[in-house]
């Protein structure tokens, strides 16, 4: 589990906390030691139970790479040549065989190539990224210490509880290896976190608001960071993170591209965000293992249609009918709040997790979760991402999401280290159409028996929101995500413009719609469609369904110990307007690309 305060467990006692003399704890290069071992990998278990989904089902999964001079892919973890150290750690994890994401993105990442990297929850992507990095990290020198930390890498994460998990799998890899790891993140105690950034850190794992933090406190500086990986980076470029990743990367000193490595992984990468990353990334290699939807081999999906006022009822049936661990999704953190009560009150024990409650509460329901003490947890997508739970039975999604990814990341939480699960959705007439009719297509795709009314609830009509990205983000029909750069629509131009901007430009350009000669039509078709961004931008902020969004978002972004500045509250608010904003852009390209012709933010 994890050590709060920092690295090394039993070996926090003779770390120190002066700045100028490095800690002396599990990290640090030496012989062996049980109890170290006991407190950083565990108990010794099965190797079957660690290393993620049994691919040894998947000898022909499908594998895309794109870009230029790709390594060949490694047929185990011998012919990786990683360091002894590493290796001797490889086996204490208990990773016995490289799963298909670690076979093809650790070869390019230890020669030093930029990567975008798609594979199915579950796959080992956090050992995909750990293992080049920490090698890389072993032949660097490194800086002397300093009051102010100073990395040599970065892995930046959206929320807290994935931030300690990708820590705790650091801590195997570099144990005994001189590259010490630290994690920082909201909610925690800072004074702690500054502690242990003092003993020293090679690699830093962090939320992007309390490194945004520390950066303003002049306690870390990233002028040093040759290695940046982005966890779950679709997520974290999309939902407001994008002007503090921003001036990490760009505005604080941080060594550019191409003498920093930057690896970017998830499991949805949609083309919007793929071109957003292009800011961050230099002639990279874009890998795609599998399609999300190979989740299915092992998670059985089911779909039933079940009213509002029903919904209690049939979940309640649903906890009885099949024991085990139950991860249940709701969209609000009202709602899960007011779930926990009413399931505690019919003598099912449940707890909850969400953006309102304090880090150490989360902790608890987590490890009370695990446990099986409170075999249900209620949870908002705070949980849906990277979260490994191995032993989860059962997903019920009680509110289906707005988005089609959201609902891969929600079922890929069962499933896990080769078990079967069960993935259960409510559906009805409120459920948002767009992820609805994302779903019969993976359902098509899959080759999964469906219910007959789920393509007429497709087909019935616009409903239930928008969704955040517009579906699968142009996944093909086995891929989670395909390269952006190969669109015919020049998806691989870096000139373009992230889409707060694109809004904030289409707010200009309404001025331009009324003086630049346009005939009558197009000017009044102009008007209108740029004061229906104005009345959905409205409407956003005082609808219902505006409310439901922000409200969740707002308190994901909470979970990041951010400042005052909310940028992510106008992302929220303005999304519902996507559609309008983008055809009102289409109107204005013309006079875009005439005035600003080196650019061409709308293109695609």
Not at 45 to 52: D, F, L, V, Y
Not at 205 to 215: K, Q, S
Not at 216 to 242: H, P, Q
Request: net charge positive; proline share 5%.
């Amino acid at each position: 589990g994890y050590a709060r305060g920092g690295g090394g467990g039993y070996g926090r006692g003779g770390g120190g906390g002066s700045w100028n003399s490095r800690a002396n704890d599990a990290f640090t290069e030496g012989e062996r030691n049980q109890r170290w071992e006991l407190d950083i990998f565990g108990p010794p278990r099965a190797a079957s139970e660690k290393t993620g989904i049994n691919f040894d089902k998947y000898d022909d999964i499908p594998v895309e790479t794109s870009g230029r001079d790709c390594p060949p892919p490694a047929t185990s973890f011998e012919t990786l040549n990683l360091p002894a150290v590493l290796n001797q750690n490889v086996e204490l994890a208990g990773y016995a065989k490289p799963t298909p994401i670690q076979k093809n993105t650790i070869p390019i990442s230890i020669v030093g190539r930029d990567l975008m990297a798609c594979a199915q929850t579950g796959s080992g992507k956090t050992a995909s990224f750990l293992l080049p990095m920490i090698t890389r990290l072993l032949g660097m020198e490194k800086p002397p210490p300093t009051r102010k930390a100073n990395p040599l890498a970065l892995i930046l994460s959206p929320t807290r509880e994935l931030t300690i998990q990708i820590y705790n799998e650091a801590r195997k890899f570099c144990y005994l290896s001189g590259a010490r790891p630290v994690v920082c993140y909201g909610g925690a105690d800072i004074r702690e976190q500054l502690r242990d950034l003092e003993r020293g850190c090679e690699l830093l794992v962090a939320t992007p608001g309390r490194l945004v933090d520390l950066i303003e406190r002049a306690r870390v500086t990233v002028a040093s960071t040759l290695i940046l990986a982005l966890d779950e980076a679709d997520r974290m470029l999309d939902m407001g993170f994008e002007p503090q990743i921003r001036r990490i990367v760009q505005k604080e000193g941080m060594p550019q591209a191409p003498e920093r490595q930057t690896l970017m992984f998830s499991a949805t990468f949609p083309k919007q965000i793929q071109r957003m990353a292009m800011d961050f990334l230099d002639d990279y290699i874009f890998v795609t293992v599998g399609r999300v939807g190979s989740t299915t081999e092992f998670i059985t999906q089911k779909l039933e249609f079940v009213e509002e006022n029903d919904k209690e009822a049939v979940l309640i049936d649903l906890l009885k009918a099949v024991p085990g661990l139950t991860l249940v999704f709701v969209e609000t953190k009202r709602a899960a709040d007011m779930l926990e009560y009413r399931l505690c009150d019919r003598q099912l024990m449940a707890t909850s997790i969400h953006g309102d409650r304090t880090q150490r509460e989360r902790e608890d329901a987590l490890a009370s979760f695990r446990a099986g003490r409170t075999p249900v947890l209620v949870a908002t997508d705070v949980a849906a991402r990277g979260l490994d739970i191995p032993n989860v039975v059962h997903v019920i999604n009680y509110d289906f999401p707005g988005d089609i990814d959201d609902y891969v990341h929600r079922i890929g939480r069962t499933g896990r280290a080769g078990h079967n699960g069960l993935a259960t959705s409510f559906l009805n007439d409120r459920s948002n159409k767009k992820a609805v009719q994302d779903l019969v297509d993976i359902f098509t795709e899959n080759n999964i028996e469906r219910p007959r009314w789920l393509e007429s609830l497709a087909n019935s009509g616009f409903g239930g929101g928008g969704g955040r990205r517009g579906g699968k983000g142009g996944g093909g029909n086995r891929f989670g995500a395909r390269d952006a750069r190969h669109d015919n629509g020049g998806g691989g131009s870096r000139h373009h413009l992230p889409f707060l901007q694109r809004i904030d430009l289409c707010r200009s350009l309404s001025a331009h719609i009324r003086v630049d000669g346009w005939d009558a039509g197009g000017r009044h078709a102009g008007e209108r469609e740029f004061r229906l961004f104005r009345q959905t931008r409205g409407a956003s902020r005082s609808g219902r369904a505006g409310r439901t969004h922000c409200d969740d978002r707002e308190g994901e972004m909470a979970d990041q110990d951010q400042s005052p500045f909310h940028p992510h509250h106008d992302r929220c608010a303005i999304s519902p307007s996507a559609a309008a904003g983008r055809r009102l852009a289409q109107r204005t390209g013309q006079i875009l690309r005439s005035r600003h012709p080196q650019l061409h933010p709308f293109r695609g």
